[in-house]
């Protein structure tokens, strides 16, 4: 089963709002990461956040971690049309899961201008 | 620096058909992954390799799938013989190391008749 769900699965705003992606996850984690795909080509890398860490910022994005409540948020802010993509969620794990990367189902992120 | 590159972009096989992709990781890179991703889900791990040794093939179908990466670079996978739900993209991601975030190729899209 998959170790990250994202949610909600489907997001529509107007460009220039702010757009909020959930995840949660299952069991601990050492690190968790938010991955961007637009439609049909590869995922990009942006963020990482370690499971110490509570927020980490990258330009218009911000990511926060709760590690109590076993969920992250990732937050656009003033989106444009560009940032037209689905959003993954995948965690790291510890030991025998260290280094492979559980992707949730993913949320779908529609600006419109 | 140089992504991920991965070839064939697009492949139509018959079902019961053999095919096989192409990934060659960021130079430097250790791990290597192939992912499944199904259409409308997040991608599955297949296959992860740390330099030419495997870590981790527990979710490959190894009755039709296989993979290897000779001299710790290039990676192969191969499925043989296909069926219609081995439609899919498939996806090669690199990293310096376990737990320190994949650079994804642009993946294969697999489509099964």
């Known amino acids: 089963s998959q170790q990250g769900e994202e949610d909600p699965q489907a997001l529509s705003i107007q460009e220039g709002e702010n757009a909020t992606m959930n995840c949660s996850y299952k069991t601990s984690i050492n690190n968790l990461q938010w991955y961007r795909q637009n439609s049909g080509r590869g995922l990009v890398h942006l963020i990482l956040?370690?499971?110490?860490?509570r927020e980490k910022h990258s330009g218009r994005l911000r990511v926060t971690l709760d590690t109590s409540k076993k969920s992250s948020s990732l937050l656009i802010t003033a989106s444009r049309a560009a940032d037209t993509a689905s959003y993954f969620c995948a965690t790291d794990g510890y030991n025998t899961n260290a280094g492979k990367s559980t992707f949730g189902d993913g949320t779908t992120l529609t600006v419109k201008p | 620096e140089a992504g991920v590159a991965q070839s064939p972009r697009y492949k139509i096989i018959e079902k019961r058909q053999s095919v096989a992709f192409w990934c060659n990781p960021i130079?430097?890179?250790?791990?290597l992954y192939w992912y499944q991703q199904i259409l409308g889900q997040g991608p599955k791990l297949l296959i992860q390799f740390q330099n030419n040794g495997v870590v981790d093939d527990s979710q490959l179908p190894k009755d039709r799938f296989s993979a290897e990466r000779l001299k710790g670079v290039d990676s192969t996978l191969k499925i043989q013989p296909a069926k219609l739900e081995d439609s899919a993209v498939y996806l090669c991601a690199s990293s310096l190391a376990p737990g320190r975030g994949y650079t994804f190729g642009s993946g294969t899209r697999l489509t099964v008749v």
């Open positions: 130079s430097g890179h250790a791990t």
């Open positions: 956040i370690r499971s110490n860490e």
